[in-house]
Each structure stands twice: as structure tokens, then as C-alpha cells.
């Protein structure tokens, strides 16, 4: 497409968007009196108007029907997760058995490597990327550890290349098989939350089993903003969480999948609890446990059903509009967002300062390297309005979220972008 960087360009661009009326399903922050420039929705997205309602539903229903609300509430509290799954499976690319919502990220990953992660003599390595999300690698290291293992031995980082940004899959690949029979586990961040690399989760997947190793992601960057199709790939394990760009509000729940092979299995080890067990004998409190047949076996305690009724009423937003629209209209915003800073980088000529550090394989995210000015460009643009995040050292991530995001808002960061350099410079 031929952008433009008008305000009338990116006027005509939203009156095209299909899409545009969902902006007004979310409450958006104001700074200094005016609305402002959310590009945060990979950290804490937005609010969405009807989350509310469903918590007040539970609210209701507790204070009427109190310990009766487990089972006669209109939306019952005993199987209310259950509901998560059919919309939530759709996100993911999975079957429905596959997908659960338990307890929040980092905690389901550590309950995923009990099953998926079981070291052998010969067999203990696990791979991941090189500066992973921290609480990944305190949770891969203590994994090791716990098992009885060296973290410097077992865990295999996958580099950049010198100079670059970005990761090759050949490179990965290419790893996957140097450590061959060794390798226990291959766990990768299926979108860098960094520099917003979408990983070739397919290829990397079918190296990884190839090599005799389980393979999971960390999804928390992916779900919600690029195209997944986990059962199609044969993951065999992935969780996520859901308030970056799932919207379902702070430290909320995380999704969890489980391919199907592994439903059903008595010789899959895992940690159980009352949740995991048969709907049909949960109440009779039998000794012996008897799995769910589905992603549930891998729940434990009671749904936290207040923290799953925002992520419900998001995930009938999701259940509304199709993924395929929502990444259709990602691409174009993001394409235009880059276009727009390009332009911006041309017009200032030698006062140009940064660099767009995100390889084309990505979601919405784009991460902006800054030669110059550093943290007080982004003091300047929170100041004007703009909301974004900084990372050390040198780096603003920038992430437009189809859902509320507009074309306009892109045409008016860069001005205040411009505007800023100039007066920083
Ligand atoms: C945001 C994020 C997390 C957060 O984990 P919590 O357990 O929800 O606090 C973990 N991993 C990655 C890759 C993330 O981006």
C-alpha cells in the first residue's frame, strides 16, 4: 500500500476499517485531559467496557445465593472456566479439550515441565533463547536445579548473530541438532517480548521432536496478537498469559494447551488436585484420582472465577471479531506505524536517531532502538500523551493493538515524535 504521512491519509484509513468501532468497547486512559496514545497493549491491555458487568455478575451472584452460587448461579462457579475454553481454543489455533485457563503464567509453566520436563542422565538439556523473559530463565534454572542438574550445563541459549537484532531459524535449528540426543526440552518465547520476533513456532516445533525432545512455548506475546495454529503444529505444551494483549486485566489468568496425545495418558506425571479430577466423582471425594479427560486433569484448585470473568467477557470480544480480521488489520497499522516513523527518521535527516530493531516476522510490536536521546524522549512523549515502554538499555517498544488502536493515533505520535527529537536535540 501507498501510505501517506497526512492526518487526512490516516483520517480515510480508519473511516476503511472495518474494525474501527471496537475502540469504543475499552476504557482508555487520559493524561493531561485528552485520551491518550495506548501503545502498551503488550504489557497491560485495555480495559474492556463489558468486563465490568461480568464481575458484577459474580459480585451479585455471590451476595444472593452465597455458597449456592457454585452450582446455581446462571453462570455456575464450579465448572466457570469451562467456559474459556471453545473461544479460547479458537485464539490458539487448538481443539478445545486441548486449552484450559488455570492459576497465571510462570506458575502453569513450572507445572507444564513437571509433566514435559524430565531429565535423564543422558537426556537433561534444554534450549532457549539467549535473554529470555527473566522469569522464564529464573524458572528453566531452578527446573535444573531442582532436578539435580548444572543451569550452566543444561541450559543451551540460542545467540544472535554478531551486530544483529534479530534470530535466524537455521541458527536454532541448527542448535537443536548439535545437542541432539542430549536435549530434553526445547522452550522458546513464541514472540520475543524484546525486539516482537515471531518465532517459526512450526519449524522450530518439528526440529525440536525430531531430535527426540518435547517442545513448549511461552505465548505470552503471541496470544491475541499473531496467527497460531498449535495443534496443527504438534506443540506439545504452551501457556500465556492473558492482560497483555488478551485484555483480561492485571496479573489475570493464563491459558494453557495441551496437545491431545497427551490427554488420557497414565505414564504423563504431573501435579494433581481436585480440579483435574472427573466432574462426574469430584464432590464424592473418593481416595483415588480420576483425570479429567481433557487440558483439565492439569488443573488443581478451584477456578478463581473472579479473575476469570474479565478474561470471559474479553474473550467475547475475541469470539466476536474473527483472529484472521484482527491480525489483517494489525498488519496494516503496524506496516503504517513503521512507515510513519521512517518518514519522521527521513524528515529530520542528520538529527535522525533511531532504529527499528523488530525483523518483518512479527506481530504489532515495533522496537525502537535510540541512538541519541534515550529515556527523555520518552519522559517527552509521556508527557504528551503517548504511553509507551521503555526498556534497558536503549529501547521503547511500541505496540499498536488492532482492537483500539487507530491510523490517526499513528499520524499523531509521529508528530509529537518529531516534535520531541527536535526539541531534545
Ligand atoms: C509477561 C511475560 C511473563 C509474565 O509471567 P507471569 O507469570 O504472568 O508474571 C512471562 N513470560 C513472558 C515471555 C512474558 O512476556
Redesign the pocket.
Known amino acids: 500500500m501507498n501510505f501517506k504521512n497526512t492526518r487526512e491519509f490516516a483520517q480515510q484509513l480508519d473511516a476503511e476499517d472495518q474494525l474501527a468501532a471496537y475502540k469504543d468497547e475499552f476504557i482508555f486512559p487520559v493524561l493531561n485531559g485528552r485520551k491518550a496514545i495506548y501503545f502498551t497493549g503488550n504489557s497491560l491491555g485495555l480495559q474492556p467496557k463489558r468486563a465490568q458487568s461480568y464481575i458484577n455478575e459474580i459480585m451479585n451472584d455471590w451476595g444472593a445465593l452465597a455458597v449456592e452460587g457454585h452450582f446455581k448461579a446462571e453462570k455456575a462457579w464450579w465448572d466457570y472456566h469451562e467456559r474459556l475454553a471453545a473461544p479460547l481454543a479458537k485464539v490458539v489455533g487448538a481443539k478445545i479439550e486441548e486449552v484450559t485457563v488455570m492459576n497465571?503464567?510462570?506458575?502453569n509453566l513450572h507445572l507444564l515441565m513437571v509433566s514435559f520436563y524430565r531429565p535423564t542422565k543422558n537426556r537433561f538439556k534444554i534450549i532457549c533463547e539467549e535473554k529470555?523473559?527473566p522469569?522464564?530463565q529464573y524458572m528453566l534454572a531452578s527446573q535444573v536445579k531442582f532436578h539435580g542438574f548444572d543451569p550452566s550445563e543444561a541450559i543451551v541459549e540460542v545467540k544472535k548473530r554478531e551486530g544483529e537484532h534479530a534470530w535466524h531459524t537455521e541458527d536454532i535449528i541448527k542448535k537443536i541438532e548439535e545437542v541432539g540426543d542430549e536435549l530434553a526440552l526445547v522452550l522458546i518465547?513464541g514472540v520475543n517480548?524484546y525486539n516482537g520476533q515471531v518465532f517459526d513456532i512450526e519449524a522450530i516445533t518439528k526440529a525440536g521432536k525430531k531430535a527426540g525432545a518435547f517442545v513448549g512455548w511461552?505465548l505470552?506475546?503471541a496470544a491475541g496478537n499473531v496467527k497460531l495454529e498449535l495443534n496443527k503444529w504438534n506443540v506439545d505444551f504452551a501457556a500465556w498469559?492473558s492482560y497483555?494483549y488478551m485484555n483480561s486485566g492485571p496479573?489475570n489468568a493464563?491459558g494453557v494447551y495441551v496437545n491431545e496425545q497427551y490427554l488420557n495418558r497414565k505414564d504423563i506425571p504431573r501435579f494433581e488436585g481436585w480440579w483435574g479430577n472427573e466432574k462426574e466423582t469430584r464432590f464424592l471425594m473418593e481416595p483415588e484420582f480420576k483425570p479429567m479427560p481433557n487440558a483439565e486433569a492439569w488443573q488443581i484448585s478451584n477456578a478463581p472465577v473472579m479473575a476469570m470473568a474479565p478474561y470471559l467477557a474479553s474473550l467475547s470480544l475475541f469470539d466476536e471479531i474473527k483472529m484472521d480480521d484482527l491480525i489483517e488489520k494489525s498488519k496494516v497499522l503496524t506496516a503504517y506505524l513503521e512507515f510513519i516513523l521512517n518518514a519522521i527518521d527521513d524528515e529530520l535527516g542528520a538529527a535522525n536517531t533511531f532504529e527499528i530493531i523488530t525483523p518483518q516476522d512479527r506481530g504489532c510490536q515495533l522496537s525502537v532502538f535510540l541512538h541519541g536521546q534515550g529515556k527523555d524522549l520518552f519522559d517527552y512523549l509521556m508527557k504528551n500523551g503517548v504511553i509507551t515502554d521503555w526498556r534497558e538499555p536503549n529501547v521503547i517498544r511500541l505496540a499498536p493493538t488492532p482492537f483500539y488502536n487507530s491510523f490517526e493515533e499513528m499520524y499523531e505520535f509521529g508528530q509529537i515524535l518529531k516534535r520531541g527529537i527536535l526539541h531534545l536535540h
Not at 104 to 107: A, E, I, S
Open positions: 497465571t503464567l510462570t506458575v529470555a523473559f522469569s522464564d518465547g517480548y511461552d505470552a506475546h498469559c497483555k496479573g493464563s
